[in-house]
């Protein structure tokens, strides 16, 4: 089963707007993960916030944290054409060994011109 | 350059055969990753590998078999056994411990059966 669930699990949005998606997740953590995923290749990581950690930015990206209701949110502000992917986010359970990582459904979304 | 590279790109696969997906890092990493990837889903874990010589299953190891001879290399055997191998499959790479927990994804190699 999946520890992350993403929310919506599609969005399109014009060029210039924000686009906020949430992930919610099961159990504690060290941390929670963003990835970007184009069409067809592989996933590039984009930020990681630790489970002491409420907000976090990263150019355009901000990534906010709250461990008591158990998610995250991922703000991408001014959003560009090429932002069109799909975002998942992945969480890295508290104690587990190996970094194994758990991926939430991912939501896509499309940015239009 | 440094990274992750799997090949092939797309494989086809006929009825009770067994084929072999490539992941190939240079990134000096201990620990390698394989995962699923079904159309519009999220990623699931097949086998890890934390070390040379040692791995274990994921999520969804049947049908599956892995091996770890060298740092560099995990391939991925997708076996007769499993039914519904169509799909997405990706391979990662990490260097385990506080600080470092990013995984690095190759580009995928998709497979579809004949």
């Known amino acids: 089963s999946q520890q992350g669930e993403e929310d919506p699990q599609a969005l399109s949005i014009q060029e210039g707007e924000n686009a906020t998606m949430n992930c919610s997740y099961k159990?504690?953590?060290?941390?929670l993960q963003w990835y970007r995923q184009n069409s067809g290749r592989g996933l590039v990581h984009l930020i990681l916030?630790?489970?002491?950690?409420r907000e976090k930015h990263s150019g355009r990206l901000r990534v906010t944290l709250d461990t008591s209701k158990k998610s995250s949110s991922l703000l991408i502000t001014a959003s560009r054409a090429a932002d069109t992917a799909s975002y998942f986010c992945?969480?890295?359970?508290?104690?587990?060994?190996?970094?194994?990582?758990?991926f939430g459904g991912g939501t896509r979304v499309l940015v239009k011109p | 350059d440094g990274g992750i590279t799997q090949s092939p790109k797309y494989l086809f696969r006929k009825e009770g055969q067994n084929v072999t997906l490539s992941c190939e890092q240079n990134?000096?990493?201990?620990?390698m990753y394989w995962y699923r990837q079904d159309p519009g889903q999220g990623l699931r874990l097949i086998y890890y590998?934390?070390?040379?010589?040692?791995?274990q299953k994921g999520d969804i190891a049947e049908g599956y078999s892995v091996s770890r001879e060298k740092k560099e290399s995990f391939p991925l055997t997708v076996t007769s056994a499993q039914k519904n191998p169509t799909a997405f499959y990706l391979c990662?790479?990490?260097?385990?411990?506080?600080?470092?927990?990013?995984?690095?994804f190759g580009p995928g190699t998709r497979l579809l059966v004949l």
């Open positions: 159990t504690s953590i060290n941390n």
């Open positions: 992945a969480t890295d359970a508290y104690k587990a060994a190996g970094n194994k990582l758990t």
């Open positions: 590998s934390q070390i040379v010589n040692d791995f």
């Open positions: 990134l000096n990493h201990d620990a």
């Open positions: 990662a790479s990490s260097h385990p411990g506080q600080g470092q927990e990013t995984q690095y």
């Open positions: 916030i630790r489970s002491n950690e």
